[in-house]
Nanobody
Framework: QVQLVESGGGLVQAGDSLRLSCAVS????????MGWFRQAPGQEREFVAAISWSGDVTHYADSVKGRFTISRVNAKNTVYLQMNSLKPEDTAVYYCAVHKIDLGLGSTLPSMYDYWGQGTQVTVSS
């Protein structure tokens, strides 16, 4: 059984930083790309960042480019999302997800991910 556990969310002020973590078990973590998505109340889930199985290739939504950094430590079965210069519009529940394709590069599409974490709340006050 594949499990993903996110942590690191919280309430911060605009301009602050947070680092989200996502620990994965039940799958050969090092063979799969990972993604971070977020969903604000009343809005659809949107892509934030993705990282290839090897960590060599990353993708970012335009809204977070230059502020957020995705990384992974395969030896720890963990993917991270470093979020700097947070803005109130970053407020959402953040989810990590495992890409469907073995040795893939990642994707911006939620449908390309088959396992999801429970989410962690990030709230940025102005």
């Amino acid at each position: 059984q594949v499990q993903l556990v996110e942590s690191g969310g919280g309430l911060v002020q605009a301009g602050d930083s947070l680092r989200l973590s996502c620990a994965v078990s039940g799958r050969t973590f090092s063979r799969y790309a990972m993604g971070w998505f977020r969903q604000a109340p009343g809005q659809e889930r949107e892509f934030v960042a993705a990282i290839s199985w090897s960590g060599d290739v990353t993708h970012y939504a335009d809204s977070v480019k230059g502020r957020f950094t995705i990384s992974r430590v395969n030896a720890k079965n963990t993917v991270y999302l470093q979020m700097n210069s947070l803005k109130p519009e970053d407020t959402a529940v953040y989810y990590c997800a495992v890409h469907k394709i073995d040795l893939g590069l990642g994707s911006t599409l939620p449908s390309m991910y088959d396992y999801w974490g429970q989410g962690t709340q990030v709230t940025v006050s102005s």
